[in-house]
């Protein structure tokens, strides 16, 4: 009990301070909103008017990966936390009311996802069967920078890429199964960067003459590293997770039978959040440089979550590299991008192949899960469940639909069972 109320109090301060962030221009979770915030804060546009604009681009976001993922992985995300927040933040009138709103918001849906996860036992679904659903993602996400070589580099490289990576696969998988997936994904991302080195090297360096200036003042900066050490505390408790591929990677640790698979999970969550965070900044640098509105998470935060030992190290630690490497990185990949044009590229097709791989192995997995719970009934409603939404096309992210079916499915199993 005192448990769950510190996690609710941690939760309710986390988004108070994101809150706070948004309202006072500082930073905001939603990039679609970075351009336009500073016309509130200059007075040049009213906060009812992109209260509006900032809920209309980010309620499918809350429906599809937050409400309908945090549900079905008993975990929190960043679209259920903060693109509520920035609302708030935009909304509130100042940041007293902004950091209220947010805490109650914060302790409210912890709560909520409690209430939620206690229901689910108390009814008897059984969600041991997830489990299957969490290792197709890991086994497939590792496939993400050996498709990115195919698709941006090349077959050869591709195919050769490919069968150094199946041969570790192979050895690893006989002497440390444990680890497989884990030293598989980090082999091939090892090829991805020497590929990527080699390519700028042998490109022709473009001059720029615009420098990087995030205009984050110390204070500033302060405010969200504080904000990221605190957010890297629950990640690393196992309450939160960053990106779509984690939360599915490393679901609910209750549902996790075997703890090497977590632990594998937790490896290759952390380089994949960076590689995926990484891939995202050329996209967003540039309004960054221009606003001076920055994200409200740092860089390594859940990177460093997944793999601290524990959580007040994952906080000194994310605190830390928030405080005094950030700016130097995203300095950095300025400087590549505007060197080295094709990066941008990359950048897109990288983001693009985990997406797509993830929907893959979130079929395959639901897949699996819903013939273990129905047998061959229960895969035959997946795969109708499946078709039917190509024929309606639900508003939700492709990403969501496989988990959807599957979920459904499991919930009709346990229903037909007490029949």
Same mark, same amino acid.
Request: include cysteine; glycine fraction near 8%.
């Given at each position: 009990m005192y448990y769950f109320a510190g996690v609710s109090i941690l939760m309710g301060i986390i988004c108070g301070l994101a809150a706070i962030i948004t309202n006072r221009g500082i930073g905001v979770f939603n990039d679609g909103v970075r351009p336009i915030l500073p016309e509130v804060i200059n007075g040049r546009m009213d906060k009812k008017e992109l209260t509006k604009i900032s809920f209309d681009m980010s309620k499918g976001f809350i429906i599809s990966l937050g409400i309908i993922i945090s549900a079905l992985t008993a975990t929190l995300n960043p679209w259920i936390l903060f693109l509520p927040t920035d609302i708030i933040g935009i909304y509130s009138k100042n940041k007293k009311n902004a950091f209220g709103c947010g805490f109650v918001f914060g302790v409210s849906l912890t709560i909520l996802l409690y209430s939620f996860t206690t229901l689910i036992n108390f009814?008897?679904?059984?969600?041991?069967?997830?489990?299957?659903?969490? %290792?197709?993602?890991?086994?497939?996400?590792?496939?993400?920078?050996?498709?990115?070589?195919? %698709?941006?580099?090349?077959?050869?490289?591709?195919?050769?890429?490919?069968?150094?990576?199946?041969?570790?696969?192979?050895?690893?998988?006989?002497?440390?199964?444990?680890?497989?997936?884990?030293i598989t994904f980090i082999f091939a991302t090892i090829i991805l960067v020497i590929i990527t080195i080699n390519m700028c090297k042998s490109l022709e360096k473009i001059s720029y003459t615009w420098s990087f200036d995030s205009k984050l003042s110390n204070k500033k900066a302060i405010l969200i590293s504080i904000l990221s050490g605190l957010l890297a505390i629950v990640v690393n408790i196992g309450i939160v997770r960053g990106s779509e591929p984690t939360l599915f990677m490393m679901l609910n640790n209750n549902i996790m039978s075997e703890a090497y698979i977590l632990k594998e999970a937790n490896i290759q969550g952390a380089i994949l959040d960076l590689i995926r965070i990484l891939a995202f900044l050329p996209f967003v640098i540039t309004t960054i440089n221009i606003t001076g509105v920055n994200s409200i998470i740092g860089i390594f935060t859940f990177t460093v979550g997944y793999v601290a030992p524990n959580s007040i190290s994952a906080f000194l630690i994310v605190f830390l590299l928030t405080l005094f490497l950030d700016k130097k990185v995203l300095k950095l990949i300025w400087k590549l991008i505007n060197t080295y044009p094709k990066l941008r590229d990359l950048a897109d097709v990288i983001r693009t192949v985990m997406m797509e791989i993830l929907e893959i192995s979130l079929i395959i997995g639901g897949a699996l899960v819903t013939f273990k719970t129905g047998g061959v009934l229960g895969i035959t409603m997946f795969i109708l469940l499946i078709i039917l939404n190509k024929k309606i096309k639900l508003k939700v992210m492709k990403v969501v639909i496989g988990p959807l079916a599957m979920i459904i499915v499991v919930i009709g199993a346990k229903i037909i069972s007490l029949v």
């Amino acid at each position: 009990m005192y448990y769950f109320a510190g996690v609710s109090i941690l939760m309710g301060i986390i988004c108070g301070l994101a809150a706070i962030i948004t309202n006072r221009g500082i930073g905001v979770f939603n990039d679609g909103v970075r351009p336009i915030l500073p016309e509130v804060i200059n007075g040049r546009m009213d906060k009812k008017e992109l209260t509006k604009i900032s809920f209309d681009m980010s309620k499918g976001f809350i429906i599809s990966l937050g409400i309908i993922i945090s549900a079905l992985t008993a975990t929190l995300n960043p679209w259920i936390l903060f693109l509520p927040t920035d609302i708030i933040g935009i909304y509130s009138k100042n940041k007293k009311n902004a950091f209220g709103c947010g805490f109650v918001f914060g302790v409210s849906l912890t709560i909520l996802l409690y209430s939620f996860t206690t229901l689910i036992n108390f009814v008897g679904i059984d969600l041991s069967s997830l489990e299957l659903l969490s %290792r197709s993602v890991i086994i497939l996400i590792s496939l993400v920078p050996i498709v990115v070589i195919y %698709r941006f580099f090349g077959k050869t490289k591709g195919i050769l890429s490919g069968i150094a990576t199946l041969i570790v696969k192979i050895i690893t998988h006989i002497y440390v199964y444990e680890y497989s997936n884990s030293i598989t994904f980090i082999f091939a991302t090892i090829i991805l960067v020497i590929i990527t080195i080699n390519m700028c090297k042998s490109l022709e360096k473009i001059s720029y003459t615009w420098s990087f200036d995030s205009k984050l003042s110390n204070k500033k900066a302060i405010l969200i590293s504080i904000l990221s050490g605190l957010l890297a505390i629950v990640v690393n408790i196992g309450i939160v997770r960053g990106s779509e591929p984690t939360l599915f990677m490393m679901l609910n640790n209750n549902i996790m039978s075997e703890a090497y698979i977590l632990k594998e999970a937790n490896i290759q969550g952390a380089i994949l959040d960076l590689i995926r965070i990484l891939a995202f900044l050329p996209f967003v640098i540039t309004t960054i440089n221009i606003t001076g509105v920055n994200s409200i998470i740092g860089i390594f935060t859940f990177t460093v979550g997944y793999v601290a030992p524990n959580s007040i190290s994952a906080f000194l630690i994310v605190f830390l590299l928030t405080l005094f490497l950030d700016k130097k990185v995203l300095k950095l990949i300025w400087k590549l991008i505007n060197t080295y044009p094709k990066l941008r590229d990359l950048a897109d097709v990288i983001r693009t192949v985990m997406m797509e791989i993830l929907e893959i192995s979130l079929i395959i997995g639901g897949a699996l899960v819903t013939f273990k719970t129905g047998g061959v009934l229960g895969i035959t409603m997946f795969i109708l469940l499946i078709i039917l939404n190509k024929k309606i096309k639900l508003k939700v992210m492709k990403v969501v639909i496989g988990p959807l079916a599957m979920i459904i499915v499991v919930i009709g199993a346990k229903i037909i069972s007490l029949v």
